[in-house]
């Protein structure tokens, strides 16, 4: 297995990181992280360093986060009753973005909220 991670910048600014895999001969290539100020997104995996919590690895890794809350939730189905969900939020270029995600190394979509 071969894995190629490309760093590209679009017009507006975004800078979106490409992963591609290839595995039995088959290329995959999927989206990574993603800083789009332009647009009030930043998608990232939540990673805990001994300095706090960042998006992980990607292009978003010098992105810190916090940790607002956390709580057990039913799920409608019965392969997966319960889970924990997670509520985070940071503040970049004075622009607050939240989001909720499914715990540490899971997908985190941040929207950009109005600064109070």
């Known amino acids: 297995m071969e894995t ?4 590209v ?3 507006n600014g975004a800078v979106v990181e ?4 290839k595995f039995q001969g088959h290329e995959f290539t999927a989206m990574g992280s993603v800083v789009d100020k332009a647009n009030g997104l930043i998608v990232g995996y939540p990673k805990k360093t001994p300095s706090g919590w ?3 690895d990607g292009v978003a ?6 940790l607002i809350s956390s709580w057990k939730q039913r799920m409608p189905n019965g392969f997966f009753p319960w889970t924990r969900i997670y ?3 940071a503040v ?4 607050r973005y939240s989001g909720r995600n499914s715990g540490e190394g899971m ?3 941040m929207r950009a909220k109005k600064v109070d």
């Open 4 to 7: 190629h991670t490309e760093i």
């Open 9 to 11: 910048t679009a017009p």
């Open 18 to 21: 490409m992963v591609t895999i």
């Open 54 to 56: 960042t998006m992980g």
């Open 61 to 66: 890794s010098d992105v810190k986060i916090r």
């Open 87 to 89: 509520a985070w939020s």
């Open 92 to 95: 970049v270029d004075g622009v």
């Open 107 to 109: 997908l985190l979509r």
